[in-house]
């Protein structure tokens, strides 16, 4: 079914209570897909949910299915070109261990009213909902005490809102080893992080309107904890380019967290930690000296550069100008 209100989510589950949250939702003005992988069960289904396995993912985006690896977080990109392919104008993106709210969801609106946050360099923007000690995960681990103060309230677009999640939190594996318990988060206006204000954001919960479709790429060759934390990075200097920006809202989830191997999610965010002030260096210095353009070739632009310094693979740019061109064509 047609529909301008999209939620993309991929699994390797049977249908959890995240998933029976979102079949709520359904028909009340939203439409979800589900993308699977090799390891979700045969046979699944949920009741209003529009489900893609392996085979349909073939059959509906066929060169670009086959490219993007299997077992990795990057098969969600076929979820958004679905949603897109289907009238979506603005994407809502989870997981199928986030408990959605009766707040998830409300109100959205491209234009954000909130507190603005001007500071060149790292923020810890958890920091401005709790006063536990926490931080985001791709957070470089020198700036968890970055917590410089918020200006006066203003409006700003905001076709980027990443809402937080309760309970347990996207952190990174260094946090969950040191630290146990849960956290709930403070209900507080929104963050509206400035040009050159960093902070990572994730996938967990996170608002695209259609004037950032084209941030939406998930890379496929990098490691899956950094895949979504790279991602927000090219997005941040992608939108100041732009002239608009990212905000972060109170959470409207509650995160019952799938297993994990800790030490595996340890070594798969060990890149981030190396890199990601690299990175950002880099991705101000491109924009700096990049002339006008739409979203997608600065996005190409973005990715280009990532791929010039090595911390993304030379091969993602076939994946990336196809994925570009696929928006294209589904979008016409």
Partial sequence: MKSDKWIVVTTIQAPTEGIAALS????????VVVVGDTKTPPGWQAADITYLSLTEQHRIFGSISQLIPVRHYSRKNLGYLF???????LILETDDDNIARADFGAALSLVVKGETLSHQGWINVYKYFTDA?????GLPLTEIESVPPLGAPESAQCPIQSYLADDDPDVDAIYRLLYKGTTRFAKRQPVILDSGTWSPFNSQNTVFFEPAFALLYLPCFVSIRMTDIWRSFVAQAALWKQGRKVSFHSATVNQVRNDHNLMRD??????????????AATLLRTVAEMGPGDMQTTARRLWQALMDIEVVPQRELAVVDLWLDCLKAVAA
Avoid: C, H, T, V
């Fill in 83 to 89: 949603a897109i392919q289907n009238g979506a104008k």
């Fill in 24 to 31: 709520r939702l359904a028909g009340q003005g939203w439409s």
């Fill in 133 to 137: 000690l926490i931080w985001p995960r």
């Fill in 266 to 279: 340890f070594a798969d965010e060990i890149p981030g930690y190396l890199e990601n002030d690299r990175i």
